[in-house]
């Protein structure tokens, strides 16, 4: 999943010169992508889904190889736009079940904090994508050829799963299931979801341009390489250390906390100027934006007290809907002033303010 729906930041460089593409242009593909992966979260998680989540994990996994290998063959806004969409809706599938599977059997034997390297996957597949592209590049390849790589290498992964789901013994029965209580709609779960919004609009504007930034700045550039590479390797240990972090202040300020260090990442990301400056913006984005997002998973099983699939699934779409948004409007943006400076300083204004809801001080019980 890492690869298949974060690889397109480190290869739109290379579509934005040679297909060619504008910064409006790169913003769309990017929001189709994000619409794609808002329906399929939504989806996956709908009760009475037939067939087996296996079953549904390895398809989704063969949807995004097939995606990603007809991206080096588009030519065409629509169709990228279409086949990141496509990819989208498997990325969310093979999250929702990859990680039911594993909680489930990690949950069975009773080893629960091993899901901080199971979310490490995310960060490691950002990292080899770094890598990937880094190296066939340096060895002259094009666009086309990085999205075929990206394929063949997914294809590689999938195979590993496939063998590695085969060894994994079925469940021993059905796991207890949650008492029924939906939570109750009170302003902290209000704050809540729009603060799971802010965040998925605030983050998603480096994520997606940050790359393109380094290519358009020649004090940059030298660093291009290793900016999507910092990226991963901050993600992959962010979790567990977030979850470290939110046992000693809690989930809600561990949110803030992380939001704001997000947020001068954003800011150093076309402010500083210095290679130096973007690789700590990448440190930044990287250590924070998967912590952020299980932080605010945690939280809402503590608001919602009983079942809290309504808030997830509602913590799900708010947080689509930001993250679809902020690409065609920084791309908009830049294309308007040249520069993704002020989107960025948007996305940063958003990040904040996110975490300043997650700090606004709860009412007391039966007040309004």
């Known amino acids: 999943m890492g690869i298949g729906r974060f690889v397109y930041t480190p290869i739109l460089p290379f579509m934005t010169e040679g297909v060619p593409l504008s910064p409006a242009q790169g913003g769309l593909i990017a929001s189709a992508n994000f619409l794609g992966y808002l329906i399929g979260a939504l989806l996956a998680t709908l009760p009475g889904l037939p067939g087996q989540q296996r079953t549904w994990l390895v398809g989704a996994l063969g949807a995004s190889v097939a995606t990603s290998l ?25 999250f929702v079940f990859a990680a039911a599977l594993v909680l489930d059997r990690l949950a069975r034997v009773g080893r629960p904090g091993l899901s901080a390297v199971h979310f490490a996957g995310v960060g490691l597949g950002i990292a080899l994508s770094a890598v990937m592209v880094a190296g066939l590049a340096a060895a002259g390849s094009g666009w086309r050829g990085l999205w075929l790589a990206s394929g063949g ?22 796991a207890p299931a949650p008492a029924a209580a939906p939570a109750r709609l009170s302003g902290r ?29 020649p004090a940059l550039a030298p660093v291009e390489a290793l900016v999507w590479l910092v990226v991963g390797l901050s993600a992959a240990p962010s979790i567990l250390i977030w979850n470290t972090v939110a046992g000693r202040i809690g989930a809600a300020r561990a949110f803030a906390l992380a939001a704001a260090l997000e947020a001068v990442g954003v800011v150093l990301s076309v402010t500083s ?76 204004a958003c990040l904040l303010l996110s975490g300043a809801l997650m700090l606004w001080p709860a009412r007391p019980e039966g007040t309004a």
Do not use: C, K
């Open 70 to 94: 007809a991206m080096g063959v588009a030519g065409d806004l629509a169709t990228f736009a279409l086949l990141r969409f496509a990819s989208g809706l498997a990325s969310a599938f093979a």
């Open 153 to 174: 290498l997914t294809l590689l992964l999938t195979v590993a799963v496939i063998r590695l789901l085969g060894t994994t013994p079925p469940p021993d029965g059905p």
């Open 189 to 217: 779960v209000i704050r809540l979801v729009v603060a799971y919004g802010l965040y998925g609009l605030g983050y998603v504007v480096t994520a997606t341009f940050v790359s393109v930034i380094a290519r358009s700045d």
């Open 273 to 348: 100027g210095s290679a130096l400056g973007l690789l700590a913006a990448a440190a930044l984005l990287g250590g924070t934006f998967v912590g952020i997002t299980a932080l605010g998973f945690v939280e809402a099983r503590r608001l919602a007290g009983g079942d809290p699939r309504r808030l997830l699934a509602a913590m799900t779409a708010s947080f689509g809907l930001g993250q679809m948004l902020g690409p065609s409007l920084a791309g908009f943006g830049a294309a308007a002033t040249g520069s993704f400076l002020l989107p960025s300083l948007a996305a940063a």
